[in-house]
């Protein structure tokens, strides 16, 4: 069956090409903006089904893979920063703290209609990191794409004391681990 990855996110498609699949990615149109009184977890779970049906629509015939990251302390969301100034206020916000990314994962049979939504949390312990030390950071990450301005799998990792999940490809964006259970309930064969 043919395997679409609804994002044009460099980091997802890294992921994906881990599983040595043959997969298309195609961009999915689908308003990020999260609903009055929706919890963060609710949220990554909406916007990666909402991502994999709206680019199931142009692929009746495929499976497609959505995900949605959203990282929060209590009810406060980061999402991707856009700008330097913005990634500076996030991780100043965020420096020493416990922050939770809510990875969620959407796969859609466009063939059978079945739909499986699944959510991988992992918490982020930031240290205590200095005005220079984000500075620097920025500087040679530009990690305005990804939300809460922290990548884990480059220099980001420079920034946290610890962290806990069960999926390490979770906090990079598509937890691979979940993504496997699913196809092989798919029927794809892994490895």
Do not use: W
Not at 12 to 23: A, D, Q, V, Y
Not at 27 to 40: A, F, R
Not at 43 to 67: F, M, N, Q, W, Y
Not at 116 to 121: A, M, Y
């Amino acid at each position: 069956m043919k395997i679409v990855l609804a994002s044009t996110s460099a980091y997802r498609r890294m992921l994906l090409e881990r599983l040595t699949l043959s997969f298309v990615t195609d961009k999915p149109e689908v308003d990020e903006t999260p609903l009055p009184n929706e919890s963060p977890a609710a949220t990554a779970d909406r916007l990666a089904l909402a991502k994999a049906l709206a680019v199931a629509e142009r692929h009746p015939d495929a499976l497609i893979i959505g995900s949605d990251q959203v990282a929060h302390i209590g009810d406060e969301i980061f999402g991707k920063p856009g700008t330097v100034d913005k990634a500076r206020a996030q991780l100043v916000r965020m420096r020493g703290k416990s922050v939770t990314f809510h990875t969620a994962l959407a796969v859609v049979n466009a063939v059978t209609g079945q739909q499986t939504v699944t959510s991988e949390p992992t918490t982020v312990r930031f240290r205590e990191l200095t005005d220079a030390e984000i500075t620097r950071y920025i500087e040679k990450e530009m990690p305005l794409d990804c939300a809460g301005s922290a990548k884990s799998e480059g220099l980001g990792i420079t920034l946290l004391e610890a962290l806990s999940g069960n999926d390490p490809t979770a906090l990079i964006g598509l937890p691979l681990i979940a993504l496997s259970k699913i196809l092989r309930a798919e029927g794809i064969e892994l490895p």
